[in-house]
């Protein structure tokens, strides 16, 4: 009888397993295992942008470009801070910014020292000035944080230490609002100090002068105000570089204005643990309060409790106006009834609770507009804090003061507030008030008798607005100032000295550190005012 081969029967168990060959078997195998690499993937890619520590980012290869010089201003170390955190250092410095490109990216060791306690650490830096604009020098703000009670502070470079003197920042002041005011130099407006110190002082601001060269009859009555409790002074050195071991960019003819920027920076580092607002102005930008009895009063309206607001933008309304010659005759009220609004308005001036400042430009900030904040681990999305501008209230800025005699000074009457255009600038009481307490002040024997010796007149004034239009103002004014083929500066302007008005001039003992790569750094102690220089920048 005949054998009957049944069919083999085929399953995907029992199919032979060729080796080059797909079968079903190894495309399900294969299927399943490029599935389960697309889920783990998206679980990990999703967990990354949920918390940012796990995203691994390639280092940024940082190009130095060439060896250059930095000065530092001054070191500040926080035991305890509302914003830096505790033990942090910050050192203010003129720097090189095309030292890297761009100078944010680099990072400098900072070490911290006490007995033998030793801590290092990586500092990070930030600056206030365009990364792009024409003048190579910047100010660069070094921040990094350390240990308690460290006595010595060290940068280092390739293993070469620099040793910076630090100093601890204000804790307390006499109120609860400062006022930093721009370097002064060939400073010869004492009405102008007298009307934004008394008119400061009215509303409750302590004002911080950083003074560079001044008449010195000004500088005494300034000195006087002092002793008061009314001022404070800071003497705002010019950058030297006395040892180098080769030729360099000389600093001060290539930084915006004589880094107006670092002394504001200085000023905000120096107050922000002691005072509730910092504002930043010039001498001759008034600041009235509208509707409040105080800068703080207003200062605390505006805010409203909000994290969204960085600063208040106040503009700045030019006036022009008369002033007299006689000290004992000085009236701020004469002044702000005389005063009559120009068309032209100036950039305008921040006023900022420290806390969420730690640097700030000639305006404003440029490190904390638009900053991120992040209320929970899971925002992915940052809120955003912004200036607020202020519309109902604008500065009062003298921008031009002509001298008269007493006889053509008219009784007129109080201007509107240029912000609303509604309200009075300021209130007649408050005026008689402010008058009364200056002629008092003014009556003061060691006041009084520098009356002789003030300035009479404008000499230095009109050459340094005349300098300043010819590097620039002309081309602020048209529109044309590019700031990537300008750097503002007037460190070059001729002030010829008159042996009849002799100047104070801020010096220092300069020091050098040992020669490092890229960046060696240069700082002053036992800072002073002398008579032996001139009125300078």
């Known amino acids: 009888m005949e054998k009957l081969i049944h069919p083999m029967s085929y399953s995907l168990l029992t199919l032979r397993k060729l080796r080059y060959k797909l079968h079903p078997l190894r495309l399900f195998k294969l299927f399943l295992f490029i599935g389960f690499l697309i889920i783990l993937f998206l679980l990990l890619g999703t967990t990354a942008f949920k918390h940012k520590e796990l995203i691994i980012e390639t280092p940024k290869e940082i190009v ?86 460290m006595n010595k502070l060290e940068i280092e470079s390739e293993g070469v230490l620099t040793e910076i003197p630090f100093k601890m920042p204000k804790y307390s002041a006499p109120k609860p609002v400062v006022f930093c005011v721009s370097p002064q130099f060939a400073a010869e407006q004492w009405q102008t100090f007298l009307t934004q110190l008394h008119i400061s002082k009215r509303y409750g601001a302590h004002l911080q002068l950083y003074i560079v060269s001044m008449v010195e009859s000004y500088y005494k009555l300034i000195k006087e105000y002092e002793k008061l409790g009314l001022v404070s002074i800071e003497p705002w050195l010019t950058i030297k570089f006395p040892v180098t071991d080769g030729p360099y960019l000389e600093p001060n003819r290539n930084v915006e204005l004589r880094n107006q920027a670092a002394a504001h920076t200085d000023c905000i580092l120096m107050y922000k643990e002691a005072v509730s607002f910092v504002g930043i102005l010039d001498m001759d930008d008034i600041l009235i309060p509208n509707n409040a009895n105080s800068y703080y009063e207003e200062f605390e309206r505006e805010y409203g409790g909000s994290w969204f607001i960085s600063a208040l933008q106040y503009g700045k309304a030019d006036f022009e106006t008369i002033k007299v010659a006689s000290l004992e005759d000085q009236s701020i009220t004469a002044i702000v009834k005389n005063a009559r609004r120009l068309p032209t308005k100036d950039q305008g001036k921040s006023f900022v609770r420290p806390e969420r400042f730690n640097s700030s430009w000639s305006h404003y900030s440029r490190n904390s507009d638009d900053k991120p904040m992040y209320w929970t681990p899971k925002q992915s999305v940052p809120l955003m804090m912004r200036r607020k501008a202020m519309r109902s209230n604008n500065i009062f800025h003298l921008k031009n003061m002509f001298l008269k005699n007493l006889t053509e000074v008219k009784d007129g009457a109080v201007p509107l507030n240029p912000g609303d255009n509604i309200t009075q600038l300021i209130s007649e009481d408050h005026l008689a008030e402010i008058d009364a307490e200056m002629k008092s002040i003014l009556a003061l024997e060691p006041i009084a008798e520098l009356s002789k010796t003030l300035p009479k007149d404008d000499y230095y004034m009109p050459i340094i607005f005349k300098c300043y239009n010819d590097s620039f103002y002309h081309l602020r004014d048209t529109h044309t100032l590019m700031n990537d083929v300008t750097c503002v500066n007037a460190f070059d302007c001729e002030l010829p000295q008159r042996a009849d008005m002799p100047c104070v001039h801020s010096d220092a003992t300069y020091h050098s550190g040992p020669s490092m790569f890229p960046i060696t750094f240069h700082w002053a102690t036992d800072a002073l005012f002398t008579n032996e220089i001139g009125c300078y920048q």
């Open 64 to 149: 130095i470009l060439q060896k250059t010089h930095a000065f530092v201003h001054s070191a500040y170390f926080y035991p305890v801070s509302k914003s830096l955190g505790n033990n942090a250092i910050a050192i203010v410095t003129t720097m090189n910014k095309r030292t890297v490109d761009p100078i944010t990216d680099y990072t400098i060791k900072v070490h911290g020292s006490y007995m033998r306690k030793r801590m290092t650490n990586v500092a990070t830096l930030t600056t206030e000035h365009l990364l792009n604009d024409r003048c190579d020098y910047s100010q660069v703000l070094i921040q990094s944080n350390l240990f308690p009670g």
